[in-house]
């Protein structure tokens, strides 16, 4: 049996989609250090970063949902690539993440979204792919490196959250090459 929800979709995210994504961040803000940040977001803090990411291009949000008994779309998770750093001779590599809902972890969804984010991805003028991982985190060491990306290095007691340090590794993985 597929561990993937049954008649997943993947497709891009749009300001439709802005409430169940922010509800799914801010699950992770007050619940874990998987991300650094500390507050939960409104819909008018979390619009910008969403407007960020194109339908094209190397910066995209691309969306997994799934069909509920009564036909109304579940959004399952998401995944990004966005600027790895500001400068411009960085642009040519991207930073990727990717969050399920709660209750869809450990169910193929971030496999799925990979899948599709690295398919929209190729072709484009990106060299590389970069991950970083608060740790522990043993989950998305696995499927990152199930996808390819190598460990370059950690972060010690880079971040602090929830009354104690945590590391970040790094990992890295060479994309195809562009036009």
């Not at 998770?77 to 450990?106: H, I, M, N, Q, W």
């Amino acid at each position: 049996m597929s561990r993937i929800p049954r008649d997943p979709q993947v497709r891009p995210g749009t300001e439709a989609d802005l409430q169940a994504l922010t509800d799914i961040y801010n699950h992770y803000v007050g619940e874990t250090a998987i991300t650094f940040d500390t507050e939960p977001f409104t819909l008018t803090e979390r619009l910008p970063w969403l407007l960020a990411h194109d339908t094209s291009g190397p910066h995209r949000l691309l969306i997994a949902e799934e069909c509920a008994g009564d036909g109304a779309a579940r959004l399952l998770g998401y995944a990004t690539s966005g600027p790895f750093r500001p400068k411009a001779a960085y642009g040519t590599s991207v930073e990727l993440s990717v969050y399920c809902a709660p209750d869809a972890t450990g169910r193929g969804v971030g496999r799925l979204l990979y899948t599709a984010l690295f398919d929209a991805l190729a072709g484009q003028d990106v060299h590389r792919a970069y991950a970083g991982i608060a740790q522990p985190n043993a989950a998305s060491v696995r499927l990152h490196e199930s996808f390819g990306f190598r460990h370059v290095g950690t972060y010690h007691e880079v971040g602090r959250k929830f009354g104690r340090f945590w590391d970040v590794a790094w990992y890295e993985k060479p994309l195809p090459a562009g036009p």
